[in-house]
């Protein structure tokens, strides 16, 4: 039975992101889904999240040679920071535009036809008076279902 397109691609994301040494020693490999652990979070870090579908994929059911549309999902990846450590926080986000801008693979089940960035982002923020900075990108996903799948 195939994966769910999300978890699929979240599994995708994490190891790709995780493979890279530059961006693993920018964070310590600190790379978290959803959220930072309030215990245990450690700081500079990447934090993923499922945004949802794109609007110029969602309901997609064309069918190409590498498959079935499933449609484009959206995806934030961001670097997060601590005490306005800008540069880092800028360092992490090229890193993960360098990762994931324009780019291809596979699943077990899906063929990942491109990846593109959606929407930048930039977000302060303080918290139990800590001041936190985001820097990074909304990314829309392209997924095709691999004939047999």
């Not at 652990?37 to 579908?53: D, F, K, T």
Request: hydrophobic share 40%.
């Amino acid at each position: 039975m195939p994966v769910v397109p999300i978890t699929a691609m979240r599994k995708w994301l994490m190891a790709r992101l995780k493979a890279d040494f530059t961006l693993m020693r920018l964070v310590s490999g600190a790379i978290y889904y959803n959220r930072v652990p309030r215990i245990n979070g450690r700081y500079p870090c990447v934090l993923i999240a499922y945004q949802g579908l794109s609007p110029n994929g969602a309901g997609a059911t064309a069918v190409v040679p590498s498959g079935r549309v499933v449609g484009a999902l959206l995806f934030i990846a961001q670097g997060v920071v601590r005490e306005g450590d800008t540069s880092t926080a800028e360092a992490i986000a090229a890193s993960l535009e360098r990762l994931l801008g324009g780019a291809t693979g596979d699943t077990e089940d899906y063929r990942i036809e491109g990846i593109r960035q959606s929407e930048p982002i930039e977000i302060p923020e303080t918290d139990n008076e800590i001041d936190y900075e985001r820097l990074g990108a909304i990314y829309a996903i392209s997924l095709t279902t691999k004939i047999g799948a």
